[in-house]
């Protein structure tokens, strides 16, 4: 149990383009998703809270509008890379939780890359 | 700031030999301590988990916990090349709704 599925895998997009980024828990109801970035050679560093049905929380330095969060259903939240520069590319994880999981399953993680 | 620390490592074990990796942590009221694996380039995998003081076995994996210490780690017996990743310790906030990562030790294997 507890299944994360986070896509697209890996995206190329040009400079000034927005990328979509979806996760979705497919067997356990996910009321907190949490979105994480890694950099080459660093640690996961947490972007954002999100809630269901509720406006996500960032984290210091995180700018909500251009990581914009959407998680209006207990199986899917959104991240959206708005105007995306090259500074933006990274590698970008979901983690979802439920009542009995605090935040540990990962989705295979999205890298993205900006040209 | 609420903080978790690792040795960034290198850790350098031949194979066969125990790996030992070891964090610390600042929050006193964390209940829940994770340590996944990460293997580059690839999402992170949890391999255990622990929630009370002393130690808990997992085939070749055993984490140890001492919260008077604010102390976790995590031991890999009988090391093999295939071990060879970053290991990140995770900690919940007491309220048990978020984790904090530490920075991950780099472990090596050498056959």
């Known amino acids: 149990g507890a299944v994360v599925s986070q896509h697209p895998s890996w995206v190329i997009c040009k400079s000034g383009t927005s990328v979509k980024i979806e996760c979705r828990s497919l067997d356990f109801q996910a009321t907190t998703m949490f979105w994480y970035r890694q950099f080459p050679k660093q640690s996961l560093m947490l972007m954002a809270t999100s809630n269901e049905g509720s406006k996500a929380t960032y984290e210091q330095g995180v700018e909500k509008d251009k990581f914009l969060i959407n998680h209006a259903s207990l199986t899917l939240s959104t991240l959206t890379v708005t105007s995306a520069h090259p500074e933006d590319s990274s590698f970008y994880i979901c983690?979802?939780?439920?009542?009995?999981?605090?935040?540990?399953?990962f989705g295979s993680g999205t890298r993205l890359t900006v040209v | 700031q609420k903080e978790v620390e690792q040795n960034s490592g290198p850790l350098s074990v031949p194979e066969g030999a125990i790996a030992s990796l070891n964090c610390t942590y600042s929050?006193?009221?964390?209940?829940?301590f994770f340590w996944y694996r990460q293997y580059s380039g690839k999402s992170p995998e949890l391999i255990m988990s622990?929630?009370?003081?002393g130690d808990k076995e997992d085939g070749r994996f055993t984490a140890q916990l001492n919260k008077a210490s604010q102390y976790v780690s995590l031991l890999i017996r009988d090391s093999q090349p295939s071990d060879s990743a970053t290991y990140l310790c995770?900690?919940?906030?007491?309220?048990?709704?978020?984790?904090?990562f530490g920075g991950g030790t780099r472990l090596m294997v050498k056959p």
């Open positions: 622990i929630y009370s003081n």
């Open positions: 995770a900690v919940t906030n007491p309220a048990g709704n978020m984790l904090t």
């Open positions: 983690s979802a939780g439920g009542p009995r999981n605090y935040g540990y399953t």
């Open positions: 929050d006193r009221g964390s209940q829940s």
